[in-house]
């Protein structure tokens, strides 16, 4: 911009993302995928891990669930189911003698038949209460505990069925309202509504007029005809899955007495139809089936026995979700309102946390998904590999072999003093002070604008300083990908090990080259990025003759480099390819199998190749093996423990790099 005026405007922040946040720091949990991936998991399994576990002080699954599975066990004492049918029980039998102590006294006949109706009346409760439905009751307190027995069964029912239904009602009636005709009126615009609903027609005036005029028996104040018939299923589904969960005895008498209190309110007909709407609209919730219910000592009501085993439900659920132990489970799966309602805000929080982080390890760049599958990223592979080497060269004795740092990454020896014309292809360092004083000497007669100084450098410019030519390695690294290395317990320790040396060559020693090669039943090239995600060969078979054949190839591209194989396995040969290429697996080994490895043994050492072997296991036959083949390859045996696997592979290539120096 021209001088004097400012080139930058400042305004107001206008919401979104804070533009002053710090970044969102992923190093620790990359590291910690990291020491799960080098231990031998998968990336889906540390990644799960990680989640499970949590990060940074937050909660991980595990300890979410835990909390639900407390919150679930609390819910179980909330009390027992039959609170309704004990209630019921004990204004029966106030109301029967009550009306005993009035008909005791009197003398008259009619008394006597009256007392004699009383004693055949059923043993069951809601038979007795059936019989007494149309009784002259002498005893005004009688009377009214057999009306309370109606009230209660009706406003229960009812609280069963719409949450809450029994303030509503209290407060109508407080008012001087009919509540029964109310209750009628909203049961018959729901089942309208739901109807309309099921058959895919547009709801929403239907639903705003139903909610201006019914509003009051819904509380919790659903926005959407979704959110109403989801609330009214899931609480149907609860007083099914509650009577469930009665003795066959309580469920038969508890179920006639709600049809009784039904049947008084005319509502029978409407309410068995409106549950048969509920459960067309959502007919994947769990209805009648049995599951969780409450076994405490204190009765509970219809209403809140249904409500209890509604929360059993959702923490059943939200604990299923939390455990993400099916097929294709997500973060997302997990019900963050069941969350909150199970375990307050700060539950919530440590969700949003464990989503942020799972984000934000894709959005970052460490983990990539390709058609579903969870892998690495090379940045994370490149991290990965730096941490493994930190931990080997942690382990080797602070006596100098350690690291060897280089500090011209791009050359190839020592400077000389001289230097060259730059031609394509060129990795030398560039001459800077010669590249400016070829271009000042070319431009030097050319005309220049007034005042412009600039030096205008061309490619023919550029000069590169000389270098003394040093010997680089090719390197193949053979790493067992049997079975037995994770029966053993070794498999972490070689993928550790192969990241860590990849890491050192292709970062501290770029004129060497490397490539790891993985055999079990058969042998193939791994990329970093394969080899972290690796698991074992669940395959039998120990294929190194298909290995050495691989790392011959590599070999003959780099024929220029001293060639170097190191191999670490296990056990001895046990599989072979035969002569049109498949592979043959026999154990204990086949002399043709032995044959055919040592074959390929000599080949490596007539290509030149040293070849050192890491057994790690001492198993005498394997020991004879290696120290056979290493005789013929002119290279040396190692028995490292598996936790020092990459203090012997990392060591043993840095001092074969030092004696190629100082030749």
């Known amino acids: 911009m021209p001088r004097g005026r400012r080139g930058y405007r400042y305004g107001r922040w206008r919401g979104g993302a804070d533009p002053l946040a710090p970044p969102y720091d992923l190093g620790d949990a990359v590291d910690a995928i990291g020491d799960q991936v080098l231990a031998g998991s998968s990336v889906r399994e540390a990644l799960r891990d990680l989640l499970r576990r949590g990060l940074d002080g937050r909660r991980g699954l595990d300890d979410l669930r835990r909390s639900v599975r407390d919150r679930l066990r609390e819910a179980r004492r909330a009390g027992a189911m039959d609170g309704t049918l004990q209630e019921v029980r004990e204004l029966l039998d106030k109301a029967l003698e009550a009306e005993r102590r009035e008909l005791f006294p009197d003398p008259d006949d009619a008394a006597r038949l009256a007392e004699a109706e009383l004693d055949?009346?059923?043993?069951d409760t809601a038979g007795a209460v059936r019989a007494l439905k149309d009784k002259q009751w002498r005893s005004p307190e009688a009377a009214q505990a057999y009306r309370q027995i109606q009230d209660l069964l009706q406003k229960e029912v009812l609280d069963s069925q719409f949450q809450h239904m029994k303030q509503a009602l209290q407060q109508m009636n407080a008012a001087g309202e009919d509540g029964n005709q109310a209750v009628k009126d909203m049961v018959a615009d729901l089942s309208a509504l739901l109807d309309s609903h099921n058959r895919g027609e547009d709801t929403d005036q239907q639903f705003a007029d139903f909610m201006d005029q019914h509003g009051q028996f819904f509380p919790d104040d659903p926005q959407t005809v979704d959110e109403l018939v989801d609330s009214l299923a899931r609480r149907a589904a609860a007083q099914q899955r509650m009577m469930a969960g009665l003795s066959p005895e309580q469920r038969a008498e508890l179920g006639e007495l709600m049809g009784q209190a039904m049947q008084d309110m005319g509502l029978a007909s409407e309410m068995a139809h409106l549950n048969d709407a509920l459960r067309q609209a959502r007919p994947d919730l769990p209805w009648g089936r049995p599951g969780p219910v409450p076994d405490g000592a204190e009765g509970l009501g219809l209403g809140d026995a249904t409500t209890a085993v509604a929360e059993?439900?959702?923490?059943?659920?939200?604990?299923?979700?939390?455990?993400?132990?099916?097929?294709?489970?997500?973060l997302a799966d997990v019900d963050e309102e069941l969350v909150e309602r199970a375990l307050g805000r700060s539950g919530v929080?440590?969700?949003?946390?464990?989503?942020?982080l799972e984000r934000e390890l894709e959005r970052q760049g460490h983990l990539t998904r390709t058609e579903g599958k969870l892998e690495l990223s090379p940045k994370a592979v490149r991290r990965l590999g730096a941490t493994a080497l930190r931990r080997v060269f942690a382990q080797l004795d602070a006596t100098g072999r350690g690291e060897h740092d280089v500090a011209d990454a791009g050359a190839t020896g020592e400077l000389t003093g001289a230097s060259r014309e730059w031609?394509?292809?060129?990795?030398?360092?560039?001459?800077?002070?010669?590249?400016?004083?070829?271009?000042?000497?070319?431009?030097?007669?050319?005309?220049?604008?007034?005042?412009?100084?600039?030096?205008?450098?061309?490619?023919?410019?550029?000069?590169?300083?000389?270098?003394?030519?040093?010997?680089?390695a090719a390197v193949a690294l053979l790493v067992d990908l049997s079975y037995s290395m994770a029966l053993r317990g070794t498999w972490g320790a070689a993928k550790s090990t192969a990241m860590a040396l990849h890491s050192l060559v292709t970062t501290r020693f770029p004129q060497d080259a490397i490539e790891i090669i993985g055999f079990a039943s058969t042998a193939?090239?791994?990329?970093?990025?394969?080899?972290?995600?690796?698991?074992v060969d669940t395959l039998q078979g120990t294929?190194?003759?298909?290995?050495?054949?691989?790392?011959?190839?590599?070999?003959?591209?780099?024929?220029?480099?001293?060639?170097?194989?190191?191999?670490?396995?296990?056990g001895e040969p046990t599989a072979h390819l035969e002569d049109d290429g498949t592979p043959y697996f026999c154990w204990p080994p086949m002399p043709q199998t032995i044959a055919k490895t040592v074959a390929e043994v000599e080949r490596v050492a007539r290509s030149g190749a040293t070849m050192n072997v890491f057994a790690l296991d001492p198993e005498p036959a394997l020991v004879r093996f290696v120290h056979d083949i290493t005789a013929r390859a002119g290279g040396r045996v190692f028995l490292p423990d598996g936790d020092r696997l990459g203090e012997y592979v990392v060591a043993d290539y840095l001092r074969a790099r030092r004696g190629r120096r100082s030749r």
Request: aromatic residues 4%; negative net charge.
């Open 120 to 123: 055949a009346l059923p043993q």
């Open 312 to 330: 059993l439900a959702d923490l059943e659920a939200l604990s299923n979700q939390l455990s993400q132990g099916y097929a294709g489970a997500s």
């Open 349 to 356: 929080d440590d969700l949003a946390a464990l989503r942020q």
């Open 423 to 472: 031609r394509f292809g060129d990795e030398q360092p560039l001459d800077v002070v010669r590249t400016v004083r070829n271009a000042v000497l070319r431009t030097a007669g050319d005309p220049t604008p007034d005042g412009d100084r600039r030096v205008r450098i061309a490619v023919e410019d550029f000069e590169v300083v000389e270098t003394e030519r040093r010997t680089g």
């Open 524 to 535: 193939q090239v791994l990329r970093p990025e394969t080899l972290a995600e690796l698991s």
């Open 543 to 570: 294929n190194l003759q298909h290995g050495l054949m691989l790392a011959r190839r590599f070999l003959a591209r780099h024929h220029d480099a001293e060639p170097v194989v190191l191999v670490v396995t296990d």
